[in-house]
């Protein structure tokens, strides 16, 4: 599957208590994402937003008959 990117956003509090560098890491993430098949075919798309003060990464997806959602954090 491909990943491309069709709409970029970040949006966190710049006073949050993740707001060190290193929780930028996954910045680029952060935005509407399609997903495509090897024939360039829209098969799904997520959305990955900075939540809890920037300290989480929150995806929402779908595609191929599923929904899916999952939290991530960066833990240095």
């Not at 949006?11 to 399609?34: R, T």
């Not at 997903?35 to 799904?44: E, F, T």
């Not at 798309?45 to 995806?59: N, S």
């Amino acid at each position: 599957m491909l990943f491309s990117v069709f709409n970029f956003s970040i949006a966190q509090n710049e006073n949050g208590p993740c707001c060190k560098f290193n929780h930028q890491n996954f910045d680029f993430l952060v935005g509407e994402w399609k997903v495509n098949d090897a024939s360039r075919n829209q098969v799904g798309a997520h959305t990955i937003e900075k939540i809890q003060e920037g300290c989480l990464l929150r995806e929402n997806g779908n595609g191929i008959g599923k929904i899916h959602a999952t939290v991530s954090i960066f833990s240095i």
